[in-house]
């Protein structure tokens, strides 16, 4: 897996300080209109996830003001065949309970748990933000941005009660 960045004590991509890693590829097609990401389309842009990536991420989570991981693309979703993102998800799950882990996806919550991998990953997440970003429900007010089809989800509560159960900054509501 290859990703387009990553930025250390973020405080656009969830909720506090946060650690964000842009993984690169999305196989969506036709793509998005409006991606604010293009290049990051391709799975061969950025840089490769190594060890050493993994490791400067899980460092950023020993910070206590840092409050976990947000993961976007790309598409996060299509980049789990290797591996390394469940890895990594479980990983912090294991040493860090603590921290929240976020998550992006152009997909919706209802084709992603049909899907055995992408719903093993679910599993390790908290929030996700999910459906295509539509040009025109754009909607800068909104929390976390985007558009207004997508829906900020409590994934776990969603999961055990087998219905969408939104999440709203520290409440789930």
């Not at 409006?34 to 840089?47: E, K, N, Q, T, V």
């Not at 991420?57 to 598409?75: A, H, M, N, R």
């Not at 990983?91 to 998550?103: A, D, N, V």
């Amino acid at each position: 897996m290859n990703y387009a960045s990553i930025f250390f004590d973020d405080t656009v991509n969830g909720i506090g300080f946060r650690t964000s890693l842009f993984v690169s590829g999305c196989s969506k097609n036709p793509p998005c209109k409006g991606c604010w990401s293009p290049l990051a389309r391709g799975f061969d842009y950025g840089m490769p996830y190594t060890e050493d990536t993994k490791e400067s991420i899980l460092d950023s989570l020993k910070k206590q003001y840092v409050k976990g991981l947000s993961i976007l693309g790309g598409e996060p979703m299509d980049n789990l065949g290797d591996g390394v993102l469940l890895d990594l998800v479980k990983e912090i799950r294991t040493k860090f309970p603590q921290k929240t882990i976020f998550c992006w996806s152009g997909y919706t919550f209802e084709e992603l748990i049909k899907d055995p991998i992408r719903l093993e990953f679910l599993k390790h997440v908290d929030m996700l933000r999910d459906g295509e970003y539509i040009e025109s429900l754009k909607d800068i007010a909104q929390y976390l941005s985007g558009s207004k089809n997508q829906r900020i989800i409590a994934v776990s509560e969603s999961l055990k009660q087998n219905k969408i159960i939104l999440y709203n900054n520290f409440i789930i509501i």
